[in-house]
């Protein structure tokens, strides 16, 4: 018997992993406030799961076309006749809707529904193990590669065409990363919660963090400790897995804010 | 770099042929053709809402026209000065780290650091930093990048007279020293005026073109620059080499004239 035998061994390493990629994606979607384009997208991706069923392909595909397809459409549609605000909502609360609907339409197929609402990270097995981590590593070699130019378009898209780098070719690789991650995250968090740890472990970490590297690696730090205490809490406590990690993150969350005056005062006094 | 070889001889490093654009439905900016050669300083002037932000994001890349073109010389790097950013406060980032983004070592950081006045500000988070501060931060992260051609948007907004009298000060320096381009917008029109060897009226169209020609040779008048608005008392040249037809504007055609600007007080202007 291996580790990996485990399932809560599996379980904190599938949580580990999706962290590793949330924390520097989280970043840019706290720092570009995507908070809303992160909710449209996960919650196109439950529209994909019925599709990939439906037609018999593997989920995370379904998962990754669909969640890709919504975060095109609406930065396509963005600045038309809407506001960004009303679009996103629109389309967030719409896909959540059309993917019930099509999941339910499916006949013959058995779904875990709430597996897929809130993810169900104590079933993780190896194969997705390796789903996850892989995922993980594509998101996370994109933003190494692309960090600079991210980093720039992110402050000033501007700056970064007069510097001769193209904001939407930016925009895309991050709305590609971020298809990728609600698809690998899905069964770890499922798709009502997979924002949260975009943000949430991003946001924490932006009180102690003085450059965006270390934001980055701080916000790795914060979702990897959420994921594992939240797993301990849920084995101890009996409640569901994916909703205690998010509970304990926002936990940190909120230690971090308490703590955020005595670090800026200590700052200041260092700055003198 | 290799300027761009016209038929008459002209060097150019960047033109602009006849633009056009809409935004929102709206026509902003109509026929707007202009030139700017290697080590010449272009002012752009014009009321709120004339189009000349648009301009300047037409000419660095970040907006395409609807009709006309920019050509720019094959390899030509523009250092652009943004009027503001929108540096969310989620967002941690030194000085030193921004100007990492835009290329330079540690030492070549820290001397262009030293150039804009800002020695030893490297670690000051860019949030933090004053109005004037950050208009230098946002030209050394231009000098950075060794442009042929710099190009300030409204670079003194937020300024007081004496700060705005500097910065435009080393803005000439600058380019007497790189030998680059540049290409300054503003809606005050004294101050500015007075640093140019050129000036284009603005106004959805190129109203009127000219030369800041016998103050700016006068060496009473580089000692007085900036002192005060008197030192923007230059005279300008309208060249009214095209027909206003339905603009509607009250110029008198078909010669030459020279302009006086604002209150023409005496040279008086000492520094404060």
Known sequence: ?272 | MRPVQRADGVRSLIEAQGLGISLGGQPVLADVTLTLRAGEIVTVVGPNGSGKSTLLRLLIGAERPDSGRVIRAPGLRIGYVPQKLAVDRTLPITVDGFLALAGGNRDERSAVLERVGLEGLGRRQLSALSGGQFQRTMLAQALLRKPDLLVLDEATQGLDQAGEARFYMLVEQLRSELGCGVLMVSHDLHVVMAASDRVICLNGHVCCEGTPTVVSAAPEYRAMFGFGTQGALALYRHEHDHDHGAHGHEHGHGHEHAHEHGDHAPASGTAP
């Not at chain 1, 570009?32 to 989920?59: I, N």
């Not at chain 1, 898209?157 to 007069?162: M, N, R, T, V």
Request: aromatic fraction near 4%.
């Open chain 1, 1 to 272: 018997m291996t580790l990996l035998d485990d399932f809560l061994v599996r379980a904190a390493l599938a949580g580990i992993g999706v962290a590793l990629a949330a924390g520097p994606l989280g970043c840019f979607v706290v720092w570009r406030r995507m908070a809303y384009f992160g909710d449209a997208t996960a919650h196109a991706s439950l529209l994909g799961v019925s599709l990939a069923l439906a037609s018999g392909l593997p989920v995370v595909l379904g998962v990754i076309a669909t969640a890709l397809a919504m975060a095109v459409a609406v930065s396509a549609a963005a600045g038309r006749s809407h506001s960004v605000d009303t679009l996103l909502g629109v389309a967030a609360h719409g896909a959540l809707a059309l993917g019930l609907v099509a999941l339910s339409l499916l006949s013959g197929v058995r779904v875990d529904l709430l597996g897929y609402l809130f993810g169900d990270i104590l079933a993780v097995g190896r194969g997705d193990l390796l789903v996850i981590w892989s995922g993980a590593f594509v998101v996370l070699g994109l933003l190494a590669w692309r960090w600079r130019p991210l980093l720039l378009t992110t402050l000033s898209e501007d700056l970064s065409a007069a510097a001769g780098v193209d904001p939407r070719r930016e925009r895309l690789i991050l709305t590609l990363a971020l298809a990728l991650l609600v698809a690998v995250s899905l069964k770890v968090v499922g798709a009502l919660l997979v924002t949260a740890m975009l943000i949430v472990p991003a946001s924490a970490a932006r009180v102690f963090a003085r450059s965006p590297e270390a934001m980055a690696a701080g916000a790795v730090g914060a979702g990897a400790l959420a994921a594992v205490a939240g797993l301990a809490a849920s084995a101890e406590l009996d409640t569901p897995a994916g909703p205690s990690i998010v509970v304990v993150a926002v936990a940190l969350l909120l230690v971090a804010s308490a703590l955020e005056p005595a670090v800026t005062r200590r700052r200041r006094r260092q700055a003198k």
